[in-house]
């Protein structure tokens, strides 16, 4: 979708980081942005900012945990806006517990989260974009959808899930004009960390050095938004972490011993 410019772009998680720095490039190309997430007012004044750069934006708390009715949500939404023609399936939370100290329902929130939600509100946008035979799904998974981390099981797990739904999706829609991109980033600066679920069953609290010195939110931002214009299928985004990508894949034996000693 060369021209975004009036498109209707759906933004979960757009409250805080990658979604938040996607509304404001968004605004930048005049899309009429939707922003969901559950903190309605943080949604306000992300709206305030991104409408000195474009004429529409909607905001809608939701929480993706919560929905009884995904179809009544985002027909209501459609009804609102007009359509939808870009869905960018963002909002998620990672992990910061080790397998053996983290109860099984911790496991089961962030598959519910992180996976179950995409694929719910993707299940629920399809047939719209079928009917039109036109549109644009974005899932922000991560590197950890690649390959296994310490301190993620499940966080890593969902983002495998979703790497294999929906590149299994746009294996369905090869013979349509639905595009499907999945975007893969490394280490962003954002507060994902502060959020991560503990096995105590509360946040993290914490800013890691890995999310401190990784890559500005609004780069990313930038970046996804590019290959959402040019059509990308796959694209990994972030600094020299991502290239552990390319060693488990070519020197799995030095994958091993460095993945192993990661610590946060
Ligand atoms: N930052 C990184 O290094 C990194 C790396 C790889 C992948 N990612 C992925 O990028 C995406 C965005 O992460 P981020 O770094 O921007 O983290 P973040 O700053 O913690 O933002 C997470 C977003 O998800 C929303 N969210 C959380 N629970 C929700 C719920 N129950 N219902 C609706 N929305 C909910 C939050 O909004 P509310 O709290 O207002 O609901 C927030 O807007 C996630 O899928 C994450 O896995 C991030």
């Known amino acids: 979708m060369k021209n975004l410019k009036d498109k209707v772009v759906w933004i979960t998680g757009a409250s805080s980081g990658i979604g938040e720095a996607l509304a404001y490039a968004l605004a930048k190309q005049g899309a009429h942005l939707v922003l969901t997430a559950r903190n309605s007012e943080k949604l306000q004044q992300i709206k305030d900012t991104c409408l000195k750069n474009t004429k529409h934006v909607t905001v809608q708390a939701m929480d993706l945990l919560n929905i009884q009715d995904m179809n009544a949500a985002v027909l209501a939404l459609i009804a609102k806006t007009g359509g939808i023609d870009v869905l960018i399936n963002n909002a998620g939370r990672s992990q910061r517990s080790l397998a053996?100290?983290?109860?099984?329902?911790?496991?089961?929130?962030?598959?519910?989260?992180?996976?179950?939600?995409?694929?719910?509100?993707?299940?629920?946008?399809?047939?719209?974009?079928l009917n039109n035979n036109a549109g644009h799904i974005v899932v922000v998974s991560s590197i950890s959808g690649k390959f296994g981390f310490p301190w993620r099981t499940a966080y890593s797990a969902s983002k495998h899930a979703v790497q294999g739904f929906f590149e299994s999706l746009r294996a369905e829609l090869y013979d349509t004009n639905i595009k499907v991109t999945i975007v893969s980033p490394g280490r962003i600066k954002t507060d994902i960390s502060l959020h991560a679920l503990t096995e105590s069953g509360q946040a993290y609290n914490k800013m890691d050095d890995g999310q401190s010195n990784g890559m500005p939110a609004d780069k990313c931002a930038i970046k996804i938004v590019k290959a959402i214009k040019n059509d990308k299928k796959d694209v990994l985004i972030g600094n020299a972490e991502v290239l552990m990508v390319y060693i488990r894949k070519f020197f799995p034996a030095i994958y091993y011993k460095l993945v192993s000693k990661i610590k946060n």
């Not at 053996?100 to 911790?106: E, I, R």
């Not at 992180?114 to 974009?129: G, I, W």
């Open 100 to 129: 053996k100290d983290t109860p099984l329902a911790n496991d089961r929130s962030i598959m519910e989260l992180n996976f179950f939600s995409p694929v719910a509100l993707t299940k629920a946008v399809l047939p719209y974009m």
